[in-house]
Structure formats: structure tokens, C-alpha cells
């Protein structure tokens, strides 16, 4: 009969039944080895509580698991230079092994690779804690290459390395960072993915140990990658290239979904593609922005969408918060807020540059970009036919809420704080719009400031003169609402722009309460033509 018991026995060994004692000044790679040959069919290999000091590689089949007691029980030294751990495909096809190591902590000095996994199908990296032990730190602490499918690597933490936390070379498909806390240091990147399919990178914490930053995600020809549900922070890296997901080579189908984004003041952007990169989704995301200069940049790639994002500015950018650059198109920037909470901030909250074509800006609000020449939506396309459609937004309390600037063909419809003030194109205004009203101060000299506004009211309690409107701009055309008040007053005098039908001056209502509507066209920075419809019955 099958013995399950002595089956049981044969697939579990420990490290301590090959003569490994676990107490640190003693070289014990000898003995891992044997406990890792004797398992030729596979099983689990048990490190109990103790330090295994490590001289060269251990080489471990794809099907052995190695387990300790817990990162903070089982320890793991290796010597300098000695990259400790490789699995390799133990099978003559690439089938599921299943093996892989957790419950320990492994520190290295100058190591290449900590661990290392070469065409094996199923390893799972598990609740391992890395630390340095000098300088320079190790190179890399995770690499997984050749068709290492299905790798899962969760729960670790991830301090020391300089080049790459995790790196997911070749073909290192269906692959998983789960639950990881990151704080690399020297300008690392945090998890690479090249050359690989079906990457998902889910609830980790990013944080750089120094000020020297780094990237925090990098895709090189990576193909439907899901980045969700991350806390991705930043110290004040002063390299004025880093940011903390980069989207290059073709890499296509990327998705960046639910995560907590921080910007710092050396970040020229947070999000960015390059090359040929495409189909990239940027989705309810919560942006914390100390500083940088763009957030998001949308480079010449098609089919962005940045939609239902929250962005709170708690202190001063230079760029766009997301800027559509060059010739990009097919981008859709839909739902987003963009709250500057009445900041002195410079730079802009959406930016659409010349050449930009098929791009949507919906539904999105815009607030408090209050510095200096600072534009909530600014537009500045310039094309042939109405490609882009700046439709519904809401933009308010920032020092110009929309501009469209340039020549641009442009549907403009639904938005609140649309300024067509430099724009010398066309634009088709599908809804009502509106102007303000103005209120003028009754005395015995007025001067409208056409730059205020185009539509004025008036409570009139003086015998007044009307003076030419200052900042005048030929084409502009409103009314000036003119109510008397309990004391009433006349206006016989006008300025010299001023021009009535027939060139006879009107002549005001004069009880109190009456109500007349000077309605006027600026023809030209010389002539604004008038006309005074009496006595308009409110009641």
C-alpha cells in the first residue's frame, strides 16, 4: 500500500538535516546544496530559525519551495559579490513547477541579482525581506527572464538595490508584484517590465529611501500591464528627468487604475510615454502634486484615456497638470478635478498644444490656479477641420478659466468660463452662454471698463456724463441697464465715440424707478454705436 506519511517525509527536508547550523560565522552553501539535490523530484525545503552565512550560488530546480520561520526568525548572509539564490527549469519542457521561497530575510553586498529565476514556470516570492549589507548596494534584488511564467512575487519588502527592485525580462509573462513595499535607493527603478505580456503591479507602496529618487514603474514593450491600487510616493528627487510611471518602447494596452500618485518639486512629470507606446488609461487616480512641472504628458501616441482622476495641487507647479503634447491625438481627458485650492501656481491645469487631433475634453473641473498668467483649460490647437471637442467642463476661481488661443477649429459647447479673448478662429457654442453684469457706480463722470465686462447696470442718482469706454475692442457689443433712482438724474453729455441714430443725443426716462437699455456695438476703437430703448416695463 502507498505509505502517504513516508511520501510526506520524503518531500520536506530541512537545511539542518544536511549538517547547516544556522549560526551565522559558519559557511553552510555546502550543505543548502545537498538539501536542495536531495529533493529530485521537488518538495519543500525548510530553513528553521537561525543565520545561514552563504559563500557562493545555491542552484535550486524550479520545483523546490524554500521556507523559513519568518523574515524576522530566518536569515539568510551572503558574502560579497554572491548573488545567493537562482532557480532554473529542472524540466525538459516548460511546464508549471511550482516552487519558489519565503518567510525569510536575505541580506547581500554588491550582489548582481539577488534572486534569480531563468524559464521556470510558477515560482512565487514570498513574504522576503532584503537588506543591504554594505557599499555599493546590490544591483538587483528580483530578476525573472526567459518564459518564467506566472511568476508571483508578494508581501516582500524591498530595500538596497540600485538598478532594479524587481525586473521581468523576456517573455516573463502573467507575471505578478503584489502587496510589495518598495525603498530603493541611487535613482532604481522599482519594477521593470520589458519585453513582457500580462503584467499586473497591484496595492504596492513606493517610497525612496534618499533624495536621489528614481523610477518607481518602467514598461519597455510591455503589453496589457495593470497598475492599480498602488501608494506611490516621492521624497524631493532633484533629477529634473525622473518621474514615476514610465510607458516606452511599444508597449501597448496599459491600464493605471485606483492608485495614490505623489509629485515632487524635481519631478518634470509623473506620467509620461515614449516612442511608439499606446492605448494608455489613466483612471480614478488620486494625485497629491508638491510641486514639479507636469503631471500627466500625453506625448505624440494615440489612444489616451485620463478620465475620473483627482488632483490636488499642494503647492506650486510650472507646466500642466496634463499636458496633450505635440501631435498627439485620439486622447480623451473626461471627468477629471483639478483642485489648486486658490494657489499662486504658474502653469496650467489641461493643456491642448498646436497639432493635437481627435481629442475630447469633457466634463472635467478646473479650480484655483490662481498665479500669474495661469490658465485652468488652455487651448491652442491648430488644425484644418473641428477635430477636438472642449465640451462641458467647469472651470472657476483660477486667474483665466479657459482660453482658446491660436487659430483653432474647435467645438466649444456646454462649459462654464470660456475666454475667447485671444482666439481668432471658430468655435461653435452648441448651448447658451453668458456674460456678466457689472455693476457701474452712479457719479457725476462715468467710464465704463470694457475690459470688465460687456454688459453694465446702473442705479443712476446723479446728472452725469458718459465718458468713452476705456479698453475698447472693436467688436465687442452689450448694453448698459439704467435704472433711476429716488432721486433720478440725467445723462446730456457723452464722449466723442459715442454715436446715436440721426447723431441726436437721447435723452434718459426721468421717474424714479424707470428703466432704460443703452444697447451698443464697438464698429471700431473710434466709434461705438448706440441706440436708448425708453422705458422698459419690468412689471
Excluded at 485620463?306 to 481627458?333: K, R, Y
Amino acid at each position: 500500500m502507498y505509505d502517504v506519511g513516508v511520501f510526506k517525509l520524503k518531500d520536506t527536508v530541512s537545511v539542518m538535516d544536511f549538517g547547516a547550523t544556522g549560526l551565522g560565522a559558519v559557511d553552510d552553501s555546502t550543505e543548502i546544496q545537498a538539501a536542495v539535490d536531495s529533493l529530485t523530484t521537488g518538495g519543500r525545503l525548510l530553513f528553521p530559525r537561525g543565520t545561514y552565512k552563504i559563500s557562493t550560488q545555491v542552484v535550486i530546480p524550479g520545483k523546490i519551495h524554500l521556507v523559513g520561520d519568518a523574515p524576522n526568525a530566518t536569515r539568510i548572509n551572503a558574502d560579497e559579490d554572491i548573488s545567493p539564490f537562482k532557480f532554473y527549469n529542472s524540466s525538459a519542457s516548460n511546464v508549471y513547477e511550482g516552487g519558489g521561497i519565503s518567510d525569510m530575510s536575505i541580506s547581500t553586498d554588491d550582489a548582481a541579482i539577488v534572486i534569480e529565476v531563468v524559464d521556470v514556470w510558477g515560482i512565487t516570492i514570498e513574504r522576503i525581506r532584503f537588506r543591504d549589507g554594505g557599499t555599493p548596494p546590490s544591483a538587483t534584488l528580483i530578476q525573472c527572464s526567459g518564459q518564467s511564467y506566472e511568476t508571483r512575487i508578494k508581501d516582500c519588502r524591498m530595500v538596497g538595490a540600485d538598478t532594479f527592485g524587481v525586473n521581468f525580462l523576456d517573455d516573463c509573462n502573467s507575471s505578478s508584484v503584489e502587496g510589495c513595499d518598495f525603498g530603493l535607493v541611487d535613482g532604481a527603478t522599482a519594477i521593470q517590465a520589458k519585453d513582457c505580456n500580462h503584467t499586473y503591479i497591484v496595492n504596492n507602496r513606493f517610497e525612496w529611501a534618499t533624495d536621489d529618487g528614481g523610477t518607481s514603474i518602467t514598461l519597455d514593450n510591455a503589453n496589457n500591464t495593470n497598475i492599480a491600487a498602488n501608494s506611490i510616493g516621492a521624497n524631493t528627487p532633484p533629477d529634473s528627468t525622473h518621474c514615476q510611471i514610465l510607458v516606452k518602447g511599444t508597449s501597448l494596452q496599459t491600464t493605471i487604475d485606483g492608485n495614490r500618485i505623489a509629485q515632487d518639486v524635481g519631478m518634470s512629470q509623473v506620467i509620461t510615454a515614449e516612442d511608439t507606446a499606446k492605448r494608455i488609461i489613466i483612471s480614478n487616480n488620486n494625485f497629491q502634486i508638491d510641486g514639479g512641472v507636469s503631471c500627466i504628458v500625453a506625448n505624440g501616441r494615440p489612444a489616451w484615456v485620463i478620465s475620473d482622476n483627482q488632483f490636488t495641487l499642494n503647492a506650486d507647479i510650472t507646466g500642466s497638470i496634463i499636458d496633450i503634447n505635440g501631435s498627439a491625438g485620439n486622447i480623451t481627458v473626461d471627468g477629471n478635478v483639478i483642485d489648486a485650492a486658490g494657489s499662486s501656481n504658474t502653469g496650467t491645469g489641461i493643456r491642448l498644444r498646436a497639432g493635437s487631433t481627435y481629442t475630447s475634453i469633457s466634463n472635467n473641473m478646473v479650480q484655483g490656479i490662481g498665479g500669474s498668467g495661469a490658465v485652468g483649460i488652455l487651448i491652442e490647437v491648430n488644425n484644418s477641420s473641428p477635430t477636438s471637442n472642449v465640451v462641458d467642463n467647469v472651470c472657476q476661481g483660477n486667474t483665466t478659466d479657459i482660453s482658446v488661443s491660436s487659430q483653432a477649429s474647435i467645438n466649444c459647447s456646454g462649459n462654464i468660463g470660456l475666454d475667447l479673448s485671444t482666439f481668432s478662429g471658430r468655435a461653435t457654442l452648441k448651448k447658451s452662454s453668458n456674460g456678466e453684469v457689472t455693476a457701474l457706480t452712479s457719479s457725476t463722470s462715468i467710464t465704463p471698463d470694457m475690459d470688465d465686462a460687456n454688459n453694465f447696470s446702473l442705479t443712476l442718482d446723479h446728472d452725469t456724463t458718459l465718458n468713452d469706454p476705456s479698453n475698447m475692442t472693436a467688436g465687442q457689443s452689450g448694453c448698459i441697464v439704467i435704472t433711476q433712482g429716488s432721486t433720478g438724474g440725467t445723462c446730456s453729455i457723452y464722449g466723442t465715440k459715442w454715436h446715436f441714430e440721426g447723431g441726436s443725443t437721447p435723452t434718459l426716462s426721468t421717474l424714479a424707478g424707470e428703466v432704460d437699455t443703452l444697447a451698443y456695438f464697438v464698429a471700431s476703437t473710434s466709434s461705438i454705436q448706440a441706440v436708448l430703448l425708453k422705458d422698459i416695463k419690468t412689471t
